[in-house]
């Protein structure tokens, strides 16, 4: 997670990327000023998939890092997925490194001055658990209390459906969580029985 401004944006740090990328209308949407693209001659950049990805401008994007504010140019691209991607261009800049050796791994800035857990969607620290074995029919629908992770005690939180698979649909909702527990509207859209 990075803060811009006052808004926080799922970030893929990406290795193979030569340029730190955003999707415009993410770029929109974060009111960043787009400076359109002038340079007609400029080599396309290419996706992972092959494809050519148009960039139609860049932005200087304030970036924050708990609290160690960075201003990068980041190439604005017609339509992007995911949405926000720092490249190599930031990585070498700002003496990012990646140790893998903890658990989460680290991400860090500055050579070390600021180090940043990597977190996965799919993990105890920002995933609801079930409170209980339960068995959802075939093509049904189900309330379900679950546990939430004690950093969300007391708060709102949303609820969706995480990019891991799962053998069932997570209804996307607010909810609040109270004494560590929720409760979570799941869609057995299987023609058998869910545990």
């Known amino acids: 997670m990075v803060r811009i401004g006052s808004d926080t944006i799922d970030t893929l740090v990406y290795t193979s990327a030569v340029h730190s990328l955003i999707n415009k209308q993410t770029a929109k949407e974060l009111k960043l000023k787009i400076v359109p693209t002038t340079d007609l001659n400029s080599k396309p ?20 890092f708990k609290g160690l504010k960075v201003e990068h140019r980041m190439e604005v691209a017609k339509s992007l997925s995911p949405s926000f991607i720092l490249g190599m261009d930031f990585l070498m800049t700002n003496q990012a490194g990646i140790n893998y050796a903890l658990k989460p791994p680290m991400f860090t800035l500055s050579d070390g001055l ?13 995933c609801v658990t079930l409170a209980r074995t339960v068995c959802v029919p075939a093509y049904n629908e189900a309330y379900l209390p679950v546990h939430t992770p004690l950093k969300y005690n007391n708060q709102e939180v949303l609820l969706e459906q995480p990019p891991c698979a799962l053998s069932v649909s997570i ?14 509207h799941i869609l057995n859209t299987n023609p058998y029985v869910v545990s």
């Open 45 to 64: 950049l290419m996706s992972a998939n092959g494809s050519e990805v148009q960039i139609t401008g860049h932005v200087m994007a304030e970036l924050y």
């Open 171 to 184: 209804a996307r909702a607010l909810a609040f969580c109270k004494n560590n527990k929720t409760m979570c």
């Open 114 to 126: 600021i180090e940043l857990p990597f977190l996965t969607r799919c993990n105890e620290n920002n």
